[in-house]
């Protein structure tokens, strides 16, 4: 037995089943837009508008800085939050905790929207923006951890690398969607654009939520989570599990998400800063955006590619591609950008973004899942997942702003920044077993066992590695 999902020939004798995996795709995709637009729009209006409105300017160098620090809040708060939820969503099934996270993730950055500046109500503007960013973390620590594994566990068992990837779309639509968003919304006059216009789409986020509430309502529950119902088993204390029998497989997956998650941030959000820095306060705002927009757009085909493609040759080598080719790209990407040519940062930061970061995120889609027992995944994937956003994400805006303004616009220290991320993460790749086709219904770990048992052998014919004795 492979796991309870069936193959892809079943999938289509089956309409009942793939009803629900259509249905479980777009509860995962919605949400992850939601989270991604919100997360990049809020990343975008960081280095441009929330230090201009919510902070002091008697310095405005560290008003960035200070900015971007409430950016980092989000990655705080993201851990405690896919605790709390990952902890409900193991004991109480994936599909509620869904439900509550992609509420409360909505219902906060729909709220930021609303709020004072600084020049309104004084220092309660940015205490006002931390509480906010803190609530939108606390429901983004376990909703794209859960939309994770709900595709995983869903997906068809050969095809999982390719179906759990899908959702990951969300998550490049949801980016590009906030960088045209706010293209347009720069195009305003700058009296408009600080008054009212970059309110519009944070309060335009509520739209999304209804979209997704109204999905994930009628979402039905996982079949690998009905068949630890059935046999009982399901985790009582799975935080203690996670933190006793699951450490190894979490510390493995926050390595394997260093060069990706803080890959994805720096490209984002720091290039724009950056360039800013570069070419001066007269900087067409709305043109690097651009960057960022055509990144995600390659990404929508990039991430479902290598998510194929893992499901052929195993998730190391495609992960270990991905991360090969950041630590590579890092110098030259960062030099490119430092030029301040308005195409060739777009195109730096356009390669970073579709090619750099989602070769890794292809295959990550279904390998964290993949990495943890079914009793604990989603608490599992959910700590992998957050502490490293805390750690590469959060960090790098707070320390990649400092850089800036400390070394008056020095790009070779971002650049060795980055290549530390990278090589973070190509050394995890060695650290991993190879996990395809792995039965998620197992209660074990990928990480404790052989590489036997954990999938290195589980079709010759189709793959060729190297199995390592763990």
């Not at 809040?73 to 509550?100: E, Q, S, Y």
């Not at 859960?146 to 990951?168: D, I, K, N």
């Not at 510390?251 to 720091?270: C, D, H, K, P, T």
């Not at 973004?353 to 608490?379: D, K, S, W």
Request: glycine letters at 10%; one cysteine or more; aromatic letters at 12%.
């Amino acid at each position: 037995m492979t796991g309870t999902a069936p193959s892809p020939t079943a999938v289509n004798d089956d309409p009942e089943y793939a009803a629900n995996l259509k249905r479980a795709t777009y509860a995962s995709s919605v949400g992850s837009a939601l989270e991604y637009f919100d997360f990049a729009l809020y990343g975008l209006s960081t280095a441009l508008i929330f230090n201009v409105l919510f902070f002091p300017q008697d310095d405005p160098a560290m008003a960035t800085v200070a900015a971007f620090a409430t950016y980092g809040v989000g990655f705080l708060a993201r851990p405690f939050g896919g605790l709390f939820f990952g902890r409900l969503g193991d004991r109480l099934g994936r599909k509620w905790v869904l439900v509550i996270t992609i509420m409360l993730m909505g219902g906060a950055s729909t709220a930021i929207g609303l709020l004072p500046t600084y020049e309104a109500i004084g220092i309660w503007a940015p205490i006002l923006l931390v509480t906010m960013r803190l609530l939108q973390g606390f429901g983004a620590g376990a909703e794209q951890a859960g939309s994770t594994v709900l595709m995983a566990e869903y997906a068809p068992v050969r095809r999982r690398g390719f179906f759990s990837s899908l959702p990951f779309i969300g998550i490049q639509a949801g980016t590009l969607l906030a960088a045209l968003v706010f293209s347009l919304i720069t195009l305003l006059p700058e009296e408009a654009l600080l008054s009212w216009g970059w309110r519009v789409p944070f309060l335009a986020s509520f739209l999304l939520i209804i979209v997704a509430l109204f999905i994930r309502m009628r979402l039905k529950e996982t079949p690998t989570f009905i068949e630890l119902e059935k046999h009982e088993q399901v985790a009582e204390k799975p935080v203690k599990e996670i933190f006793t029998k699951g450490l190894p497989g979490v510390i493995v997956g926050i390595g394997l998400r260093m060069a990706e998650n803080g890959g994805s941030y720096m490209f984002q959000a720091l290039a724009l800063a950056f360039f800013v820095s570069v070419v001066g306060p007269e900087t067409d705002k709305s043109l690097l955006t651009w960057g960022v927009t055509f990144g995600s757009l390659l990404g929508i085909f990039t991430v479902p590619l290598t998510g194929a493609i893992s499901d052929r040759v195993g998730r190391r080598t495609v992960y270990r591609f991905g991360a090969v080719f950041m630590l590579l790209y890092a110098v030259p990407a960062w030099w490119l950008i430092s030029l301040g040519s308005y195409p060739i940062a777009i195109a730096a930061v356009a390669v970073g973004i579709g090619i750099a970061v989602n070769t890794m995120l292809g295959p990550q889609c279904a390998m964290l899942p993949e990495l943890f027992g079914n009793r604990h995944r989603y608490l599992g994937v959910a700590m992998a997942r957050e502490l490293s956003a805390v750690l590469a994400g959060g960090l790098a805006g707070v320390l990649g702003a400092y850089l800036i303004a400390v070394s008056d616009g020095n790009w070779v220290l971002l650049a060795i920044y980055m290549v530390v991320l990278a090589l973070i993460t190509t050394a995890s790749t060695f650290l991993v077993p190879e996990t395809l086709r792995r039965d998620l219904t197992r209660t074990d770990d990928a990480i404790k066992v052989s590489s036997a048992e954990s999938g290195d052998d589980v079709d010759a014919s189709t793959l060729s590695i190297r199995t390592i004795q763990w």
